[in-house]
C-alpha cells in the first residue's frame, strides 16, 4: 500500500469549510473499524461526528460510541457501559490499564504509551492504555482507530461524581476530552457501595446516551449523570440538575516505614455534600438521578465584571521602573 491514507474528516454541515486532514505516523499500525489490522503507516485520525442530533432510526449508519473510563479496563462498570449502549450503536472499548480515579484531566506527556489488545468478561474485544482516562480518548481522537466516532461515554463510575467531584474526576475528564475533540460526550458515575449492581446505572446511561444522539450538544457541552444506588424499582426517576456542593472530610495520613522513613496516605471519611433542592447531590441522596448539564468555558462571568472595575495599570505604567505595586 501506498503513502498515509487521509481521515474522512467528521461529517460537515452545509457550508462549513471541511478542515484539513491529518497525516499519519509512519510505521504504526491502529485496528481498523472491523478491528482488523491496519497496514504499517494507515493512521487515520478518528475525529468527531456531527454533534447535532437526529432520531436513530434516520442515521445512516448506526452511531460509532468510544467507551472509556477511570476505573479500569476490568471494571465491571466499564463492562456494563459497554453492554448498555451496544443497541445503540457500534461500541469501541479503549481505556487505562488500571485504576485512574482521581487523576483529573491529566495527560500523559513525558513518557511513551503502550496499548494491549485485551478481552473483556464477555469475551469483546477492547485496548486498554498504561495511562489516564485523557490519554485514552486522546488516542482514540488522534488516530489509534479508522474513521469517526459520534459519541464518548465514560463510565460506570464506582462512586458518584458530584459537584465539586468533577474537578478531579477521571471518569468526567474523559468525557471533557470527548468535548474538546467536538463530539458530544457523557460520563456516567453511581454511588458507591459494596457489591454494586449496575442495571440501574446501564439503563439510565442509554436514555441519556439516546438522548444525546437524537438531541445533539452544542459545541463545549457534556452529560454528567449520577445514579443512586438502588435496584430500578425503588429509584424515584430523572432530575435535571445543577452542580451542587461537596464536602471533602480529607486527613493526612502519616506512616513510617521499616526503614524509618515517613510517607502519607490522604485518607478520611468519604465527602458529604450540602442537599440544596435542584442539585445533583440533592437528587442522588433522594434517590432519583441526577442529569447536569456541563460546559467547558470556566468563565467567572460575575467575577469577570469586578475585575474590569478595578484599577489596572496601563502598558506605559508596565514600561516604568517600579515595584508593580
Given at each position: ?111 511513551p504509551l503502550r496499548v494491549r489488545e485485551r478481552r473483556l468478561a464477555d ?29 464518548v461515554a465514560s463510565g460506570i463510575n464506582y462512586g458518584a461524581n458530584l ?96 526503614r524509618g522513613i515517613p510517607y502519607y496516605w490522604i485518607g478520611g471519611p ?56
Amino acid at each position: 500500500m501506498g503513502g498515509p491514507r487521509r481521515s474522512p474528516g467528521r461529517r460537515v454541515p452545509s457550508g462549513e469549510t471541511q478542515p484539513p486532514a491529518v497525516d499519519a505516523e509512519a510505521g504504526f499500525e491502529p485496528p481498523s473499524r472491523t478491528a482488523a489490522a491496519a497496514a504499517p503507516g494507515d493512521r487515520r485520525p478518528a475525529v468527531a461526528g456531527s454533534r447535532a442530533g437526529r432520531p436513530l432510526a434516520e442515521w445512516p449508519s448506526r452511531p460509532r460510541i468510544l467507551i472509556t473510563n477511570d476505573d479500569g479496563i476490568e471494571s465491571r462498570g466499564l463492562l456494563a457501559l459497554k453492554q448498555a449502549l451496544e443497541p445503540l450503536g457500534e461500541t469501541v472499548v479503549l481505556a487505562p490499564e488500571t485504576n485512574q480515579s482521581a487523576v483529573g484531566h491529566a495527560k500523559t506527556m513525558m513518557r511513551p504509551l503502550r496499548v494491549r489488545e485485551r478481552r473483556l468478561a464477555d469475551g469483546s474485544l477492547a485496548w486498554s492504555v498504561d495511562g489516564s482516562p485523557t490519554d485514552a480518548v486522546s488516542l482514540a481522537f488522534l488516530g489509534f482507530f479508522e474513521g469517526t466516532f459520534d459519541l464518548v461515554a465514560s463510565g460506570i463510575n464506582y462512586g458518584a461524581n458530584l459537584g465539586d467531584d468533577i474537578t478531579y474526576s477521571g471518569t468526567v475528564s474523559a468525557a471533557m476530552e470527548g468535548t474538546i475533540n467536538d463530539c458530544p460526550s457523557v460520563a456516567v458515575s453511581q454511588q458507591y457501595y459494596q457489591d454494586p449492581d449496575f442495571t440501574l446505572a446501564g439503563r439510565a446511561a442509554a436514555i441519556v446516551a439516546r438522548h444525546v444522539l437524537e438531541h445533539g450538544l452544542e459545541h463545549g457541552e457534556l452529560v454528567n449523570v449520577n445514579v443512586p444506588a438502588l435496584p430500578p424499582g425503588e429509584c424515584g426517576g430523572f432530575e435535571v440538575t445543577r452542580l451542587g456542593a461537596r464536602i471533602y472530610q480529607d486527613e493526612l495520613l502519616r506512616r513510617v516505614d521499616p526503614r524509618g522513613i515517613p510517607y502519607y496516605w490522604i485518607g478520611g471519611p468519604p465527602p458529604t455534600g450540602l442537599a440544596v433542592p435542584g442539585t445533583d447531590f440533592h437528587a442522588v441522596v433522594n434517590g432519583r438521578i441526577a442529569v447536569t448539564p456541563i460546559h467547558l468555558d470556566l468563565t467567572g462571568r460575575r467575577l469577570l465584571r469586578r475585575l474590569r472595575t478595578w484599577d489596572w495599570p496601563s502598558a506605559a505604567d508596565l514600561a516604568r521602573p517600579g515595584d508593580g505595586a
